[in-house]
Protein backbone atom coordinates (compact mmCIF):
# COMPACT_ATOMS: atom_id res chain seq x y z
CA UNK A 1 0.00 0.00 0.00
CA UNK A 2 2.76 2.38 0.73
CA UNK A 3 6.18 2.30 -1.48
CA UNK A 4 7.58 5.06 0.34
CA UNK A 5 7.13 6.63 3.92
CA UNK A 6 8.86 9.61 4.71
CA UNK A 7 8.86 11.28 8.93
CA UNK A 8 9.90 14.69 10.18
CA UNK A 9 11.69 13.43 13.32
CA UNK A 10 10.11 16.72 15.55
CA UNK A 11 9.91 17.16 18.93
CA UNK A 12 13.24 14.97 20.49
CA UNK A 13 14.16 18.66 22.83
CA UNK A 14 10.24 19.38 23.46
CA UNK A 15 10.23 15.66 24.87
CA UNK A 16 13.35 15.75 26.77
CA UNK A 17 12.25 19.19 28.36
CA UNK A 18 8.76 17.38 29.77
CA UNK A 19 10.96 15.24 31.60
CA UNK A 20 12.64 17.85 33.20
CA UNK A 21 15.50 16.47 31.03
CA UNK A 22 18.52 18.50 29.82
CA UNK A 23 16.96 19.42 25.50
CA UNK A 24 19.71 17.27 24.00
CA UNK A 25 18.82 13.78 26.26
CA UNK A 26 15.75 13.58 23.70
CA UNK A 27 18.34 12.64 20.91
CA UNK A 28 19.28 9.42 22.17
CA UNK A 29 15.79 8.16 22.88
CA UNK A 30 14.78 9.51 19.27
CA UNK A 31 17.54 7.25 17.57
CA UNK A 32 15.56 4.44 19.12
CA UNK A 33 12.39 5.76 17.22
CA UNK A 34 13.99 5.72 14.08
CA UNK A 35 14.56 1.76 14.59
CA UNK A 36 11.42 1.52 15.31
CA UNK A 37 10.40 2.90 12.15
CA UNK A 38 12.57 0.81 10.32
CA UNK A 39 11.86 -2.39 11.91
CA UNK A 40 7.78 -1.28 10.46
CA UNK A 41 8.73 -0.61 7.17
CA UNK A 42 10.45 -3.54 6.73
CA UNK A 43 7.43 -5.49 8.38
CA UNK A 44 5.46 -3.83 5.97
CA UNK A 45 7.69 -4.24 2.81
CA UNK A 46 7.94 -0.66 2.47
CA UNK A 47 10.40 -0.02 -0.30
CA UNK A 48 11.63 3.47 1.00
CA UNK A 49 12.06 6.02 3.79
CA UNK A 50 13.15 8.85 4.06
CA UNK A 51 13.89 10.67 7.36
CA UNK A 52 14.42 14.60 8.35
CA UNK A 53 17.43 14.03 10.26
CA UNK A 54 18.73 17.18 10.04
CA UNK A 55 17.45 20.72 7.68
CA UNK A 56 19.29 23.63 6.57
CA UNK A 57 17.94 25.73 9.17
CA UNK A 58 18.70 23.39 11.64
CA UNK A 59 22.30 25.08 11.70
CA UNK A 60 20.95 28.42 13.54
CA UNK A 61 21.09 25.93 16.78
CA UNK A 62 23.61 26.47 19.41
CA UNK A 63 27.35 25.05 18.94
CA UNK A 64 27.21 22.61 21.94
CA UNK A 65 24.16 20.75 20.71
CA UNK A 66 25.32 20.47 17.02
CA UNK A 67 28.70 19.01 18.16
CA UNK A 68 26.14 16.69 20.35
CA UNK A 69 24.34 15.56 16.99
CA UNK A 70 27.36 15.02 15.20
CA UNK A 71 29.96 13.60 17.35
CA UNK A 72 27.98 11.65 19.67
CA UNK A 73 25.09 10.63 18.19
CA UNK A 74 26.76 9.85 14.22
CA UNK A 75 29.70 8.45 15.54
CA UNK A 76 28.36 6.26 18.44
CA UNK A 77 24.94 5.21 18.16
CA UNK A 78 24.56 5.12 14.11
CA UNK A 79 27.85 2.92 14.15
CA UNK A 80 25.60 -0.01 15.20
CA UNK A 81 22.48 0.92 13.27
CA UNK A 82 24.92 0.29 10.07
CA UNK A 83 25.60 -3.07 11.28
CA UNK A 84 22.10 -3.80 11.96
CA UNK A 85 21.42 -2.47 8.92
CA UNK A 86 23.63 -4.77 6.81
CA UNK A 87 21.85 -7.51 9.15
CA UNK A 88 18.48 -6.67 7.88
CA UNK A 89 18.93 -6.06 3.93
CA UNK A 90 18.73 -1.57 4.68
CA UNK A 91 20.80 0.34 2.30
CA UNK A 92 21.43 3.60 3.80
CA UNK A 93 21.49 7.37 1.66
CA UNK A 94 22.53 10.94 2.96
CA UNK A 95 21.06 13.26 1.19
CA UNK A 96 20.86 16.91 1.29
CA UNK A 97 23.54 19.83 0.25
CA UNK A 98 26.55 17.72 0.68
CA UNK A 99 28.56 21.21 0.63
CA UNK A 100 27.01 21.62 4.21
CA UNK A 101 27.65 18.05 5.27
CA UNK A 102 30.29 18.93 8.37
CA UNK A 103 34.03 17.29 7.78
CA UNK A 104 33.65 15.23 10.96
CA UNK A 105 30.87 13.20 9.54
CA UNK A 106 31.61 13.26 5.68
CA UNK A 107 33.70 9.89 5.77
CA UNK A 108 31.36 8.15 8.31
CA UNK A 109 28.74 9.16 5.94
CA UNK A 110 30.31 7.57 2.98
CA UNK A 111 31.73 4.23 4.88
CA UNK A 112 27.81 3.76 5.37
CA UNK A 113 26.72 4.12 2.59
CA UNK A 114 29.65 1.71 1.00
CA UNK A 115 28.69 -1.06 3.23
CA UNK A 116 25.04 -1.04 2.12
CA UNK A 117 24.88 -0.08 -1.51
CA UNK A 118 24.03 -3.55 -2.31
CA UNK A 119 21.06 -4.39 0.28
CA UNK A 120 17.78 -4.45 -1.50
CA UNK A 121 15.35 -4.54 1.89
CA UNK A 122 14.67 -1.08 2.12
CA UNK A 123 16.53 2.28 1.28
CA UNK A 124 16.96 4.68 3.93
CA UNK A 125 17.05 8.10 3.40
CA UNK A 126 18.45 10.27 6.05
CA UNK A 127 17.20 13.76 4.93
CA UNK A 128 20.55 15.78 5.98
CA UNK A 129 21.61 19.36 5.42
CA UNK A 130 18.49 19.19 3.57
CA UNK A 131 16.02 21.80 2.76
CA UNK A 132 12.84 21.52 0.23
CA UNK A 133 13.41 24.95 -1.34
CA UNK A 134 17.07 24.77 -0.83
CA UNK A 135 16.65 21.48 -3.47
CA UNK A 136 14.61 23.09 -5.88
CA UNK A 137 16.79 25.86 -6.25
CA UNK A 138 19.81 23.72 -6.51
CA UNK A 139 18.16 21.70 -9.47
CA UNK A 140 16.90 24.80 -11.68
CA UNK A 141 20.60 26.06 -11.36
CA UNK A 142 21.94 22.78 -12.88
CA UNK A 143 18.93 22.69 -15.90
CA UNK A 144 20.17 27.04 -16.10
CA UNK A 145 23.59 25.77 -16.82
CA UNK A 146 22.47 22.82 -19.20
CA UNK A 147 20.36 24.94 -21.34
CA UNK A 148 23.44 28.07 -21.47
CA UNK A 149 25.90 25.54 -22.76
CA UNK A 150 23.44 24.23 -25.19
CA UNK A 151 22.93 20.30 -23.23
CA UNK A 152 19.80 21.23 -23.21
CA UNK A 153 17.04 23.29 -24.86
CA UNK A 154 14.50 25.30 -22.51
CA UNK A 155 11.04 23.02 -24.49
CA UNK A 156 13.13 19.76 -23.05
CA UNK A 157 12.05 21.23 -19.25
CA UNK A 158 9.34 18.83 -17.80
CA UNK A 159 8.39 17.84 -14.08
CA UNK A 160 9.65 14.46 -14.84
CA UNK A 161 13.54 16.19 -15.82
CA UNK A 162 13.33 18.61 -13.01
CA UNK A 163 12.72 15.80 -10.66
CA UNK A 164 15.85 13.98 -12.05
CA UNK A 165 17.75 16.59 -11.27
CA UNK A 166 16.51 17.21 -7.57
CA UNK A 167 18.50 15.22 -4.91
CA UNK A 168 16.10 12.27 -4.38
CA UNK A 169 16.40 11.15 -7.67
CA UNK A 170 15.47 7.84 -8.31
CA UNK A 171 13.08 7.92 -5.80
CA UNK A 172 8.98 7.66 -5.71
CA UNK A 173 7.63 10.64 -4.19
CA UNK A 174 6.40 9.88 -0.89
CA UNK A 175 2.89 8.41 -0.04
CA UNK A 176 2.83 9.26 3.37
CA UNK A 177 4.16 11.90 5.28
CA UNK A 178 4.05 11.39 9.35
CA UNK A 179 4.79 14.37 11.47
CA UNK A 180 4.60 14.17 15.12
CA UNK A 181 4.77 17.23 17.89
CA UNK A 182 1.43 17.98 17.26
CA UNK A 183 2.44 21.10 14.61
CA UNK A 184 0.70 20.76 10.84
CA UNK A 185 2.77 21.90 8.73
CA UNK A 186 5.90 19.96 6.57
CA UNK A 187 8.63 22.68 7.20
CA UNK A 188 10.55 22.69 4.13
CA UNK A 189 10.61 18.99 4.36
CA UNK A 190 10.07 17.52 0.67
CA UNK A 191 8.59 20.53 -0.88
CA UNK A 192 8.32 19.41 -4.47
CA UNK A 193 7.92 15.68 -3.88
CA UNK A 194 5.28 16.05 -1.69
CA UNK A 195 2.54 17.38 -4.26
CA UNK A 196 0.16 14.42 -3.89
CA UNK A 197 1.24 12.86 -0.86
CA UNK A 198 -1.35 11.98 2.12
CA UNK A 199 -0.11 14.32 5.72
CA UNK A 200 -0.71 12.26 8.93
CA UNK A 201 -0.12 14.64 12.16
CA UNK A 202 0.51 13.18 15.55
CA UNK A 203 0.13 15.06 19.15
CA UNK A 204 3.12 12.86 20.27
CA UNK A 205 6.82 13.83 20.03
CA UNK A 206 9.58 11.50 18.11
CA UNK A 207 10.51 9.71 20.92
CA UNK A 208 7.06 8.76 21.69
CA UNK A 209 6.51 7.88 18.14
CA UNK A 210 5.06 4.11 19.06
CA UNK A 211 4.01 0.98 17.06
CA UNK A 212 0.28 1.77 17.79
CA UNK A 213 0.75 5.32 15.92
CA UNK A 214 2.79 3.61 12.86
CA UNK A 215 -0.03 1.09 12.68
CA UNK A 216 -2.75 4.30 12.80
CA UNK A 217 -1.13 6.17 10.21
CA UNK A 218 -0.97 3.07 8.07
CA UNK A 219 -4.92 2.27 8.45
CA UNK A 220 -5.88 5.87 7.16
CA UNK A 221 -3.55 6.11 4.66
CA UNK A 222 -5.88 2.46 3.62
CA UNK A 223 -9.13 4.51 3.76
CA UNK A 224 -7.49 7.69 1.75
CA UNK A 225 -8.58 7.91 -2.15
CA UNK A 226 -5.60 9.41 -3.80
CA UNK A 227 -6.78 11.42 -6.82
CA UNK A 228 -3.42 13.03 -8.06
CA UNK A 229 -5.01 16.76 -8.69
CA UNK A 230 -7.90 14.91 -10.31
Not at 32 to 60: G, H, M
Not at 67 to 77: A, P
Not at 82 to 110: H, I, T, Y
Not at 112 to 130: G, H, I, S, W
Request: neutral net charge; glycine residues 6%.
Amino acid sequence: MIKHLACIMSGNRTWAKRKGWLPLMGYKPGVQTIRRVIDFCLKKNIAYLSLYTFSIENFKRPEDEKNYLFEVLVKDEFNSMVDEACQNGVRMEFLGDRALFPKSVVSWFEKAEERTAQLKNLTVNFMFCYGGRQEIVHAAKVLAHKVKTGELQESDITPELFSQNLWTTGIPDPDLIIRPDGEKRLSNFLSYQSAYTELYFLDCMWPGLSDEHLEEAWNYFGTVKRNFGA
